[in-house]
T-cell receptor, first 113, second 113 residues
Framework: DSGVTQTPKHLITATGQRVTLRCSPR?????VYWYQQSLDQGLQFLIQ???????AKGNILERFSAQQFPDLHSELNLSSLELGDSALYFC????????????FGQGTRLTVV | KNQVEQSPQSLIILEGKNCTLQ??????????LRWYKQDTGRGPVSLTI?????NTKSNGRYTATLDADTKQSSLHITASQLSDSASYIC????????????FGAGTRLFVKA
């Protein structure tokens, strides 16, 4: 168990809908990262937050947004969902924002039908 | 352009044999390099993390090497086990704060009895 908790584990929704994925980082970790992994593809970095502030942005679509709350948990919001958004979404956390070892959650599997 | 390339894409070996996975990167300025193991449908788990000054680091049967001059890293697995079947992902962090993280596409390893 990495200590990073993601909910829900599975999510099935229809095209055009909006969903929110939640991540609770390890206790004390200030950085939260979001990644997308489509079927048989590598991990694609979406966005990073550090102590509540956006720190780095990757290939995140405009339909997607994220935030980190004062208690350090984070949410990834996906809207106007398309079939191609079906993927595993991973959250990771690390103690600092300096590329130190990141611990991954077990992911949320999103299926858009 | 910051890139991380891994080879081979996939590899099949017999149980008990050794293997070596390669990672070449063009990330600059280099902060650290990590190897992760990802079982299918699960979150990646950290194997090793190396900074610029480290040449080798071991974690049980896994040994990672780093040549910062040639910007190459390798992950050597000795006496492979069936449970080693997974994707192995090389991750390089860049920037003075290490905030920029680039993932390799991974090497998929299959260990057969």
């Amino acid at each position: 168990d990495s200590g990073v908790t993601q909910t829900p584990k599975h999510l099935i929704t229809a095209t055009g809908q909006r969903v929110t994925l939640r991540c609770s980082p390890r206790s004390g970790d200030l950085s939260v990262y979001w990644y997308q992994q489509s079927l048989d593809q590598g991990l694609q970095f979406l966005i990073q937050y550090y102590n509540g502030e956006e720190r780095a942005k990757g290939n995140i679509l405009e339909r997607f947004s994220a935030q980190q709350f004062p208690d350090l948990h984070s949410e990834l919001n996906l809207s106007s969902l398309e079939l191609g958004d079906s993927a595993l979404y991973f959250c990771a956390s690390s103690p600092q924002g300096r590329g130190t070892e990141a611990f991954f959650g077990q992911g949320t599997r999103l299926t858009v039908v | 352009k910051n890139q991380v390339e891994q080879s081979p894409q996939s590899l099949i070996i017999l149980e008990g044999k050794n293997c070596t996975l390669q990672c070449n990167y063009t990330v600059s300025p280099f902060s650290n390099l990590r190897w992760y193991k990802q079982d299918t449908g699960r979150g990646p788990v950290s194997l090793t993390i190396m900074t610029f000054s480290e040449n080798t680091k071991s974690n049980g049967r896994y040994t990672a090497t780093l040549d910062a001059d040639t910007k190459q890293s390798s992950l050597h697995i000795t006496a492979s086990q069936l449970s080693d079947s997974a994707s192995y992902i090389c991750v390089v962090s860049a920037g003075t704060g290490g905030f920029k993280t680039i993932f390799g596409a991974g090497t998929r390893l299959f260990v057969k009895a």
